[in-house]
C-alpha cells in the first residue's frame, strides 16, 4: 500500500540498465581492442617491412661501400706490386717491405743553397767535358793547317866492343839528330772547313753546357719549393688529423654516455681516417720531393769529395 514492492521492481530495472550499460560498455571497449589489436598489428608490419627494406638498403650501401673500397684499394694494391717488382729490377734482389714510419727525413733540408753545389751534378760535369773536348778540337784543326814539324835524334854503341873500356870510347858511339817538315798543301779548304766545324762544335758544346746549367738551376729551384710547400702542406694535414682524431675521441665519449649513436661513431672514424689518408699521401710526397732534391743536386746538399 506504501509502494514498497513498486520502487523495488523499478530498482531492479534501474539493475537490468546497469547491467545493460556495461554490457554496451564492455562490447564497445572490446571492439576498441580488437581495432586497435588489428591497427597495432598492421603498424607493426608495416614497420617490419619498411625496417627490412631499411636493411636491405643498408645491405647495398654496405655492398657499395665494399665495391669502392675494393675499387680503391686494387689500384694501390697493384701499385706496391708494381714498386716491388721496380725495387727488385733496381737493386737486383728482392726488397723487404717497409713502411713510411720506418722512413724519416734529414734532420736538416736547406731552404737555399749555393749554385755552385750543382757543378758535382754528373751532367754538368759530363757537359763540361764535352766542351773541353771541342775546345781541344779547335787546337787540333788549327795545328793541322800548319806545318808539322818532327824532331828526331838517335845515339848508338859499338855493338862488337867485348870491355867496358872500348864501350866507352868515343870511337865507339855514334850521334845522329834531324828534323822533318811536312807543309800541308792543295787540300782545298778541307783544312780551313774542318777548323770551322770545330768552332762550331765548340759554339754548340757551350750552348749545351749553359742549357745544362739553367735547367740544373731550375731543378734546384722547383725541389726546394716543392719542399717549402710540402712542409706547409704537411703541417696543414697534420692538424686536420688531430681535429679529426679529437672530434672521434669526443663521439666515443658521448656515445658511451648514449648521447651519440653509434652511427655518429661510425662517420666521425672514417673523417678521421680520410684525414689520416691525406696525411700520408702529403708526407709520401714529401719524401719524394726529398729525394728529387738530392738528385737534382748531384747527390745532396752537403760538398762532396769528386
Known amino acids: 500500500m506504501f509502494g514498497g514492492q513498486r520502487r523495488l521492481i523499478e530498482g531492479l530495472h534501474a539493475q537490468v540498465d546497469v547491467q545493460q550499460a556495461t554490457a554496451r560498455a564492455t562490447y564497445l571497449t572490446l571492439q576498441a581492442n580488437i581495432v586497435n589489436a588489428v591497427i597495432a598489428r598492421a603498424g607493426y608490419r608495416a614497420q617490419i617491412d619498411a625496417t627490412r627494406q631499411q636493411i636491405e638498403l643498408a645491405a647495398e650501401e654496405v655492398r657499395l661501400t665494399q665495391v669502392r673500397v675494393d675499387a680503391a684499394t686494387a689500384p694501390l694494391e697493384q701499385k706496391v706490386t708494381q714498386s716491388n717488382d721496380l725495387l727488385a729490377m733496381l737493386g737486383g734482389v728482392t726488397p723487404g717491405e717497409l713502411s713510411l714510419a720506418q722512413l724519416s727525413l734529414p734532420s736538416q733540408l736547406p731552404v737555399s743553397l749555393p749554385a755552385t753545389l750543382i757543378e758535382q751534378r754528373p751532367d754538368i760535369g759530363a757537359a763540361e767535358a764535352l766542351l773541353h773536348l771541342a775546345s781541344v778540337n779547335i787546337g787540333v784543326a788549327t795545328a793541322s793547317m800548319l806545318p808539322s814539324i818532327t824532331l828526331c835524334g838517335g845515339y848508338s854503341a859499338n855493338a862488337n866492343a867485348n870491355t867496358t873500356t872500348s864501350l866507352l870510347a868515343a870511337a865507339g858511339r855514334e850521334w845522329s839528330a834531324g828534323a822533318d817538315m811536312a807543309v800541308p798543301l792543295f787540300q782545298g779548304g778541307t783544312l780551313w772547313y774542318r777548323r770551322r766545324a770545330a768552332i762550331d762544335t765548340y759554339a754548340q758544346a757551350r750552348a749545351q753546357y749553359r742549357q745544362t746549367l739553367l735547367s740544373a738551376l731550375a731543378q734546384v729551384a722547383d725541389a726546394l719549393g716543392a719542399l717549402g710547400h710540402d712542409a706547409a702542406a704537411l703541417r696543414a694535414q697534420g692538424v686536420s688529423r688531430e681535429a679529426a682524431q679529437d672530434a672521434l675521441h669526443l663521439v666515443q665519449i658521448n656515445y658511451e654516455a648514449g648521447r651519440n649513436t653509434y652511427q655518429d661513431v661510425l662517420?666521425?672514424?672514417?673523417?678521421?681516417?680520410?684525414?689520416?689518408?691525406?696525411?700520408?699521401?702529403?708526407?709520401?710526397?714529401?719524401?719524394?720531393?726529398?729525394?728529387?732534391?738530392?738528385?737534382?743536386l748531384g747527390g745532396g746538399w752537403s760538398q762532396q769529395v769528386p
Open 267 to 296: 662517420s666521425a672514424n672514417a673523417q678521421y681516417q680520410q684525414a689520416l689518408i691525406n696525411e700520408l699521401q702529403v708526407l709520401t710526397l714529401r719524401y719524394q720531393d726529398t729525394v728529387a732534391l738530392y738528385v737534382a
